[in-house]
């Protein structure tokens, strides 16, 4: 994974250095994680994986261009995208932004337990004793109950 994302980078210094705009930038993440999703007594979802992906955000003529994408192999077709997206419009009032430093920032949440070293099994268990008892009232319906982690 690490090395698809250290191409993609590559790939992204190279569009963000020659776009003729006045503003540009290219996010890309990675992550790990596992999500869990119960409908009534039914298990709709169960992943657990590494997910990458990103997004281009262009400024352009004062407006505004965005695409969203989860295949860096097609990086430069959706900064192309989003690039004549902000082209194509034409608006009264254009945005503008102020040049300033970059913020860096880290923050964390302190954990009492890791849970990337649960196992599959228990983070399930887990939420289907929760549902379990949201499905224990002879009120309710209909229930939903979701568990996701995700790690960077």
């Known amino acids: 994974m690490r090395d698809g994302l250290d191409k993609a980078l590559g790939r992204a210094r190279t569009l963000l250095s020659s776009c003729p705009c006045e503003y540009a930038e290219i996010r890309l993440s990675a992550s790990t994680g596992t999500t869990i999703a119960l409908s009534g007594a039914q298990v709709e979802t169960f992943s657990s994986g590494d997910t990458i992906g ?3 955000r262009v400024l352009n003529n004062g407006a505004w261009g965005f695409i969203s994408f989860n295949d860096l192999d097609g990086i430069e077709g959706c900064f ?9 419009l034409t608006l009264r009032e254009k945005s503008r932004i102020r040049r300033s430093a970059a913020v860096r920032r880290s923050f964390a949440t302190p954990m009492k337990r890791d849970f990337t070293g649960v196992s599959l ?4 268990n887990l939420i289907s004793a929760y549902n379990k008892i949201l499905r224990s009232s002879p009120k309710i319906q209909t229930t939903r109950a979701l568990y996701r982690d995700v790690t960077s």
């Open 121 to 124: 099994e228990e983070k399930f």
């Open 54 to 56: 990103g997004s281009v």
């Open 80 to 88: 192309r995208r989003g690039l004549e997206i902000s082209s194509s």
